[in-house]
Nanobody, 123 residues
Framework: QVQMVESGGGLVQPGGSLRLSCVAS????????MGWFRQAPGKEREFVAS???????YYADSVKGRTTISRDNAKNTVYLQMNTLKPEDTATYYC?????????????????WGQGTQVTVSS
């Protein structure tokens, strides 16, 4: 198991930007894919983006073109840059580590989760 801590959430106006960060403990960070998910009250958890151990990326259709996932293996950190934010982006955002190395939705492979950071998009 690893421990992960998300940060960077907050209140932002529609059209604004946020950069979320997730710092993971342990020595195996660079071996596995990392992902971002979000969950709004009353809704199921939703996949947002993932990045492979080598930097390949995969995005949900709802965020393509305005979202970038990246990682810095030397810092055990994964980032989610979100631009042109919309009210429907409001949710708690979680980072997760996969048991696989590739990018994708990877259903059933997400093993470790952070505590979440709240993103609220409102005027």
């Amino acid at each position: 198991q690893v421990q992960m801590v998300e940060s960077g959430g907050g209140l932002v106006q529609p059209g604004g930007s946020l950069r979320l960060s997730c710092v993971a403990s342990g020595r195996t960070f660079s071996r596995y894919a990392m992902g971002w998910f979000r969950q709004a009250p009353g809704k199921e958890r939703e996949f947002v983006a993932s990045i492979s151990r080598n930097g390949g990326t995969y995005y949900a259709d709802s965020v393509k073109g305005r979202t970038t996932i990246s990682r810095d293996n030397a810092k055990n950190t994964v980032y989610l840059q979100m631009n042109t934010l919309k009210p429907e982006d409001t949710a708690t955002y979680y980072c997760a580590q996969s048991r696989d190395a590739v990018a994708g939705r990877l259903d059933g492979t997400w093993a470790s989760w952070g505590q979440g950071t709240q993103v609220t998009v409102s005027s």
